[in-house]
């Protein structure tokens, strides 16, 4: 996220779908899911999604090596497997195959709902990228298993899914090296802008609100992880006459990731602002299963401040600041 208007336009994001505005909408179910003979957390479309995870990772043109669709009937699942970008012990990035267990029918029901859509000849402005896992799997006692679609809602995706899956507990986690360091930095996208502007005591007065994390967690449950993010990838920018020119790239650890995005949200509003920031940073907000799409930016130098999806502009501590700018030597 770069622009800051109130209304924002409907994202180009190849591969996500958007969050929904309010509106009639009309059920749906897609295909009937394949079932495969077993898990596969490498196969080719999930594989590309979590070893350069980024912004910008998502090929529209690659459909799923096996077809993702509603959950079929008489397949009874025993346990889940999220595919998950790792580490090992020497460093080097995983793809890990993560078995989860406890209430995988409750899991499962959430999966056989309808979808809905906005109605035929309806038009919607919508606003947030959302992406859901890269590889989800529901597997039954043979080990034969299902990936499900994600119930779509106008816009974007259902969000009790993921508070289900949340619920279940991990009992074994296979990993896969990768020829790739765990803190690759991967590629960030070029389309960035800054939607930094100078604020007024109004701005201010109208940015304040209260319970940030609860609304987040209800508006963007899926788009917006908090306490489960991944290792967080930064892209920094020089400012130059309304121009974004790429200065840099890294990623930070799963620690750094989860203080500086509990920091942001906790942080209160910002003072008014009467400075230009010349460098800022972006950090898109992705699992480590490769679902997300939100972003948050902040200004390097200025006011240094910070906003995101569902954020409005909030000053900082000096540690946001510091674990976003570019990494000691």
Request: negative net charge; aromatic residues 6%; glycine residues 8%.
């Amino acid at each position: 996220m770069a622009r800051l208007a109130p209304v924002l336009a409907i994202l180009a994001i190849a591969g996500a779908v958007l969050i929904a505005c309010d509106g009639d909408s009309v059920s749906y179910r897609p295909p009937t899911a394949a079932i495969a003979e077993r898990v596969d957390c490498l196969a080719p479309d999930i594989d590309s999604k979590l070893s350069a995870l980024n912004s910008s990772n998502i090929d529209p043109g690659r459909p799923p090596s096996v077809g993702v669709g509603y959950p079929p009937r008489g397949f009874t699942p025993v346990a889940v497997v999220r595919c998950e970008r790792g580490e090992n012990t020497a460093g080097a990035l995983t793809i890990d195959s993560v078995r989860l267990e406890g209430d995988v029918e409750a899991a499962w029901d959430a999966f056989r709902v309808d979808s809905k859509r906005f109605p035929d000849n309806v038009q919607a402005s919508c606003a947030v990228a959302q992406n859901v896992p890269a590889g989800l799997w529901f597997v039954d006692a043979d080990g034969r298993a299902v990936r499900p679609a994600w119930p779509a809602a106008p816009c974007g995706y259902q969000r009790h899914p993921i508070a289900v899956l949340a619920e279940l507990h991990e009992v074994d986690r296979p990993q896969q090296a990768r020829q790739l360091p765990a803190d690759n930095p991967g590629v960030c996208s070029e389309k960035y802008g800054s939607g930094f502007i100078t604020t007024t005591d109004a701005d201010v007065q109208e940015a304040d609100g209260a319970d940030r994390r609860s609304r987040l967690a209800v508006n963007y449950a899926l788009a917006f992880p908090i306490d489960d993010v991944g290792r967080l990838q930064v892209c920094r920018f020089i400012e130059s006459a309304g121009a974004s020119t790429q200065q840099s790239r890294s990623r930070l650890t799963i620690d750094q990731s989860v203080d500086l995005v509990r920091e942001v949200i906790d942080a209160p509003p910002a003072p008014p602002c009467a400075l230009t920031a010349t460098r800022t940073a972006q950090i898109p907000l992705y699992r480590a299963d490769g679902s997300g799409g939100a972003k948050i930016d902040i200004e390097l130098d200025g006011c240094r401040r910070a906003t995101g999806t569902g954020i409005p502009y909030v000053a900082v501590p000096a540690t946001v600041t510091a674990a976003a700018d570019e990494p000691s030597q």
